[in-house]
C-alpha cells in the first residue's frame, strides 16, 4: 500500500504526538502515582547493542550489565520536543549519575557532525551515541522521540517512556 505525502505525514505527527505526550506503552499508570511493575510482569532482556559515541568510542550495553542501570533516550536534533526536554534530561543526569546510572543518549539517523554541533550548542553532560542507520532504534522499536528506556542492572527493560522515570531510577538504584 502506497500513502499520500499528506498521509504520511499525518502519520509522523501523530507517532511524535503520541510519544512526546506521554504515552506509556503497554503498562498502565494511574494519574499521580508513580509507576510499578505489575508481579504477573513479563520480564522483558533489552536487545544489546553496540554503537560509537561522538568520539569514535564504542559502547556496548552488555558491558554495564551487573554493573549499573541505564537510561537510553533517543531523540533527534530536529525534534523540538526533544530540545524542551534536555533541561529534564540535564537534571536526571546531575541528581542520578554520580550515583551509579549510566545515561546514554542515541541519536537516531544523523551526521556526527550535525550531532556534535547540537551536542556542544546544548551542553549534553551525558554520552551521546549514533545510531546512523536507525538499527538500534528498530530493535528498540522506537515510534517517536524524544523515547526513554529504563534497563535495571541486569539488563532487563523496566519501562518504556516512563512519565515518571525518577520513582523507578531510585527504586534501582537503591536495590
Known amino acids: ?33 508513580p509507576p510499578v511493575a505489575a508481579k504477573t510482569a513479563v520480564i522483558e532482556r533489552a536487545p544489546d547493542f553496540i554503537l ?15 554493573k549499573q542501570p541505564v537510561l537510553i533516550i533517543f531523540s533527534t536534533t530536529w525534534c523540538s520536543f526533544c ?26 539517523q544523523e551526521s556526527k557532525e550535525k550531532v556534535s554541533k547540537f551536542t556542544a550548542q546544548h551542553g549534553l553532560p551525558y554520552r551521546v551515541l549514533l545510531d546512523e ?20 542492572r541486569n539488563g532487563n527493560i523496566v519501562c518504556r517512556q516512563c512519565r515518571q522515570v525518577e520513582p523507578l531510577i531510585e527504586t534501582l538504584l537503591k536495590k
Open 52 to 66: 560509537k559515541d561522538l568520539n569514535g568510542r564504542k559502547f556496548r550495553l552488555s558491558d554495564v550489565r551487573g
Open 83 to 108: 530540545k524542551a526536554e534536555i533541561p529534564h534530561f540535564k537534571a536526571i543526569h546531575a541528581a542520578y549519575a554520580k550515583r551509579g546510572l549510566e545515561i546514554v543518549n542515541v541519536d537516531i
Open 133 to 152: 542507520d536507525a538499527a538500534v532504534s528498530g530493535i528498540y522499536e522506537i515510534r517517536g522521540v524524544p523515547s526513554m528506556v529504563l534497563i535495571d
Open 1 to 33: 500500500m502506497v500513502l499520500g505525502k499528506r498521509w504520511q505525514r499525518f502519520l509522523i505527527v501523530a507517532a511524535v504526538a503520541v510519544a512526546c505526550n506521554g504515552w506509556a506503552g503497554p503498562a498502565v499508570v494511574s494519574a499521580g502515582a
